[in-house]
C-alpha cells in the first residue's frame, strides 16, 4: 500500500469515527458508471463525508473539485488533494493579464476529467451555505448535462454535517452525519438553463425527508 | 455449590464463560431451525427482530469476554469506546446549536477520556466528583462563553445529561471490574458480569410479564408496555439470577439477591426513562430502519447498564465500607 492510499484510509476511517458517515441509496445504486454528484455544501467536512460514505471501488474513480489558488497554496494542501483526493483544480478567476494567466474556461478541467470517465463530485451553490435550504445552483450543473447527456446526475443531500463543523471551527464535534443518494436527474430536450437547475435543487431537497 | 467454591477465579469465570457461549450457541441454533421450518410472513417479522436481538447479544458476549481475558486497561479502553459511540449518538438527538460547539469538544475529547483514565488508575474518589461536580461546573461557564443565549438552560442541560448517563454511568461498569473488594481481587471482571446479567434477567422478565400479564400501563404516553406488575417481575427475575450466581459473587445469598434486585430494577427505570427521552426527541427507537442519523441502537442496548451501574457500584461499595 502506498503512502496516499494509506491516508486516505485512515482519513475515511476517523470520517466514520466522528460522523458514522452513513450513505443511503435511493433511487440509484452504488455502481462504478459515471456520474456526477452534485450536493448542498454547508461546511468544508461535506466532501469528505461524500467521499468516506462511497464505497471503497467507487471512491477511487469519484474526484472532487478543488479551488486552485487555496488548495495550491502549501504543499501539504497540494499533496493531500493531488495524492489522497486526486481533485480537479480550478481557477477561481478568469482572465488576470497583470499574472499573465490566459483566459480559461472554468469548467474546462471538469470537462477534461468527464471525457477521461471519471465520476465528480460538485457542489452548484458555489459557496457554503447556512440557511436551512441550499441557495439557487449556478448554471455550471447545466453545462456539464448539456456536455455529457450520458452521465448520470445523482442529486446528493448531506444531513447534520453542519452541526459536525460549523464555519470558523477546526476540530469537528462527533455528531452522526447520513448522505443519501438520489436518483438521477436527467436534462430534459430543450429544456430552460433555470427550469433544470430548479428541479435539480428541488431533487436535492427532497431528499431531505429521507435522509 | 461447595465444589464451585474451590475452583480458582479464573476457572470460574471460564466456566460461566463457557455457559454463557453454550446456552447463547443453543438459543441461535434454536432460532435458525425455526426459520428453517415455519415461514409465514408475519413470524419472518419476529425472526428478524429476534435474529437481530441475538446478534446483539454475541456482539456483548464477545465484548465481555474481550474485556476479561485482556485484562482492565483494554477493557477500560473498550467501555471507553462504547462510552463515545453512545454519546455520539446522544448528542446526534438533541438539538444543539452553533455555540455549543466548544462544550461538545471539551465532553468528547476531555471529559470523557479523562473520567476512564480516572477509573484506569483507580481513583474513585475523584472518579465520582469528577463529572457531578467540576464538569458540571465548566461547561455552562463554557457555553455562556459562546455568547449565545437562545435556550439556554435547555441546551446545556442536555449536554450535561448526556454526559451523566453515557460517561458518569457507563464509566461505572468498568470501575467495577477494578474496585479491590476484600478477600476477593482479580474477581472484578465476575462482578460486571454479575451486573449485567442482572440488567438482562430483568429486562427479559419484564418483557415477558407485560406481554402475559396485559396490564394497564402506568404512563401510556411514554410506554405502552411498563406496568408495575411487570416492573416486579423483572427485579425479581434479576433477583433469581442473582441467587443462582451468588457462589461466585462476594455475597451471600440473601444480599446477592438484594444487589442484583436493585441493579435490574434500576436498568429497567432507566430504559423507561430513555423510552421518555426517545418520545421527546420524536423517534420510538433509536436505531429506526430510516431514522434520521443512521444511528447504530447502540445506545438503546446500554442505556439500561449506564442507570444500573452507577446504583449498583455504590451499593457494594457501601456494603463493604469501602
Known amino acids: 500500500m502506498t503512502g496516499p492510499e494509506a491516508a486516505g484510509l485512515a482519513l475515511a476511517f476517523i470520517a466514520r469515527l466522528v460522523t458514522g458517515a452513513q450513505g443511503h441509496w ?152 447520513t448522505v443519501v443518494f438520489g436518483a438521477p436527474v436527467a436534462l430534459a430536450p430543450g429544456e430552460e438553463r433555470r427550469a433544470f437547475l430548479d428541479r435539480a435543487r428541488a431533487a436535492v431537497i427532497a431528499l431531505r425527508a429521507v435522509a | 455449590m461447595g465444589d464451585l467454591r474451590s475452583l480458582t477465579v479464573s476457572q470460574q469465570v471460564g466456566l460461566l464463560f463457557v455457559v454463557l457461549f453454550g446456552l447463547l450457541g443453543a438459543a441461535t441454533v434454536a432460532a435458525f431451525v425455526r426459520t428453517i421450518r415455519d415461514s409465514s410472513p408475519e413470524r419472518r417479522g419476529m425472526q428478524k427482530r429476534l435474529a437481530r436481538e441475538l446478534r446483539a447479544l454475541w456482539v456483548g458476549l464477545v465484548m465481555f469476554w474481550i474485556a476479561w481475558a485482556s485484562g482492565p486497561v483494554v477493557s477500560t479502553v473498550l ?152 416492573f416486579g417481575a423483572g427485579a425479581i427475575a434479576a433477583g433469581i439470577v442473582g441467587v443462582l450466581l451468588f457462589w461466585a459473587t462476594p455475597f451471600k445469598p440473601l444480599p446477592a439477591l438484594a444487589m442484583a434486585a436493585v441493579a435490574g430494577a434500576a436498568g429497567t427505570l432507566g430504559e423507561f426513562v430513555m423510552k421518555a427521552l426517545k418520545r421527546d426527541a420524536g423517534v420510538r427507537n433509536w436505531l429506526g430502519n430510516s431514522s434520521v442519523t443512521g444511528a447504530v441502537g447502540l445506545l438503546d442496548r446500554v442505556a439500561p447498564l449506564c442507570f444500573a451501574a452507577p446504583v449498583f457500584f455504590h451499593s457494594v461499595r457501601w456494603y463493604f465500607g469501602i
Open chain 1, 26 to 177: 435511493h433511487g440509484s445504486a452504488p455502481k462504478a458508471e459515471q456520474r456526477i454528484y452534485f450536493a448542498n455544501h454547508q461546511s468544508h467536512f461535506d466532501w469528505v463525508l461524500i467521499w468516506a460514505a462511497l464505497p471503497d471501488d467507487l471512491r477511487a474513480v469519484t474526484r472532487p473539485i478543488a479551488a486552485r489558488d487555496y488548495w495550491t497554496s502549501s504543499p501539504l494542501k497540494h499533496w493531500i488533494t493531488r495524492e489522497i483526493f486526486n481533485a480537479v483544480y480550478v481557477s477561481r478567476h478568469r482572465a488576470d493579464p497583470a499574472a499573465g494567466v490566459e483566459d480559461e474556461d472554468p469548467l474546462e478541467p471538469l470537462m477534461e476529467a468527464l471525457r477521461n470517465g471519471d465520476s465528480l463530485v460538485i457542489f452548484p451553490e458555489g459557496t457554503r451555505g447556512h440557511a436551512a435550504e441550499p441557495a439557487s445552483f449556478k448554471s455550471g450543473l447545466y453545462a456539464l448535462a448539456q456536455a455529457f447527456p450520458d452521465v448520470q446526475l445523482i442529486p446528493t443531500w448531506i444531513d447534520n454535517v453542519q452541526r459536525v463543523m460549523p464555519k470558523g471551527e477546526v476540530v469537528p464535534v462527533p455528531i452522526l452525519c
Open chain 2, 79 to 230: 467501555f471507553g469506546f462504547v462510552s463515545f459511540f453512545a454519546l455520539r449518538e446522544f448528542v446526534t438527538l438533541t438539538h444543539t446549536r452553533r455555540a455549543d460547539h466548544r462544550s461538545l469538544l471539551l465532553a468528547f475529547f476531555a471529559i470523557l477520556p479523562m473520567q476512564y483514565v480516572l477509573v484506569a488508575t483507580r481513583q474513585f474518589n475523584a472518579f465520582t466528583v469528577f463529572i457531578p461536580v467540576y464538569v458540571f461546573f465548566a461547561l455552562p461557564v463554557i457555553s455562556a462563553l459562546a455568547n449565545d443565549p437562545f435556550r439556554f438552560l435547555e441546551r446545556t442541560a442536555k449536554i450535561q445529561w448526556g454526559i451523566t448517563v453515557c460517561v458518569y454511568g457507563m464509566s461505572h461498569a468498568p470501575a467495577l471490574l477494578l474496585l479491590d473488594l476484600p478477600a476477593y481481587q482479580g474477581r472484578g471482571a465476575f462482578l460486571v458480569l454479575f451486573l449485567v446479567l442482572a440488567v438482562v434477567a430483568a429486562q427479559i422478565g419484564q418483557e415477558v410479564a407485560s406481554r402475559r400479564l396485559r396490564r394497564r400501563p402506568v404512563a401510556r404516553a411514554i410506554s405502552r408496555s411498563f406496568s408495575w406488575r411487570a
